[in-house]
């Protein structure tokens, strides 16, 4: 992979296509993946071993985002995890940054049921089947997806950037773009927990309002806190 770590770059085009043949980490490691299941699902019952996306192959030129997309067992990106960094697998998904009319940045927090208890970051989920369209990997798709089943919020009419920007750390590589809300972070969170209240079975427990640097929380993945400081940073930064 030729992204380097730990830095934003733009994304001016995502080019995430699927390939037919499995991912050969999910060939080289299967036996060793479904014990891991066992433990994982003994720990959380509600973990489902669903289908989602992993990738080889990654590249970054010209600002063209490209990768190879296998479809592989949830089970199976759970044992890579644990496990990670492994040279040419990569976990590559979106995060669709809420920021309130105050300047706001509003992500969320994960239930308890969920493989991500108590950790806050925007809504979001890994890229699955049904977010692959024509061969690639559609991650508008998956971002409004996901952040409509988890906060109840439309995106599809909502203001944003107009190109992506990509983050490369050891767990993985977000694909990120900032949406534009016409309301206050408390609106926004008040409008959470109402859609969180009439789930009966919900994956959030409910919003989180960061409104500088400060106010990063310790339960968050490795890259919450660079997204963060680049979104409250100098402009000459962003």
């Known amino acids: 992979m030729n992204v380097p770590p730990d830095s934003i770059i733009p994304v001016s085009e995502v080019d995430l296509r699927l390939v037919a043949e499995p991912h050969p980490f999910a060939v080289a490691h299967q036996e060793a993946a479904a014990r891991h299941w066992h433990e994982e699902r003994a720990a959380n019952p509600n973990l489902f071993d669903g289908e989602v996306a992993l990738f080889s192959g990654v590249t970054c030129k010209d600002g063209i985002l490209s990768a190879r997309c296998h479809i592989v067992r949830y089970s199976t990106f759970l044992y890579w995890r644990t496990i990670r960094p492994v040279p040419d697998v990569t976990h590559i998904f979106a995060h669709a940054m809420l920021v309130s009319s105050d300047g706001a940045l509003v992500p969320v927090k994960m239930s308890v049921r969920t ?124």
């Open 115 to 238: 493989a991500n208890p108590g950790q806050v970051y925007f809504a979001a989920g890994s890229f699955e089947p049904i977010d692959i369209v024509g061969g690639r990997v559609d991650p508008v798709r998956n971002m409004h997806r996901e952040v409509s089943e988890e906060t109840g919020i439309d995106l599809t009419q909502v203001q944003h950037e107009p190109d992506f920007y990509a983050l490369s750390k050891a767990s993985g590589m977000v694909l990120f773009r900032r949406y534009f809300l016409e309301q206050t972070a408390n609106e926004i969170a008040g409008s959470i927990a109402a859609h969180v209240a009439s789930e009966a079975d919900p994956e959030i427990d409910g919003a989180y309002i960061i409104r500088n640097v400060d106010g990063i929380p310790e339960q968050t993945p490795l890259h919450m806190p660079d997204m963060v400081r680049w979104h409250f940073g100098p402009p000459a930064a962003i």
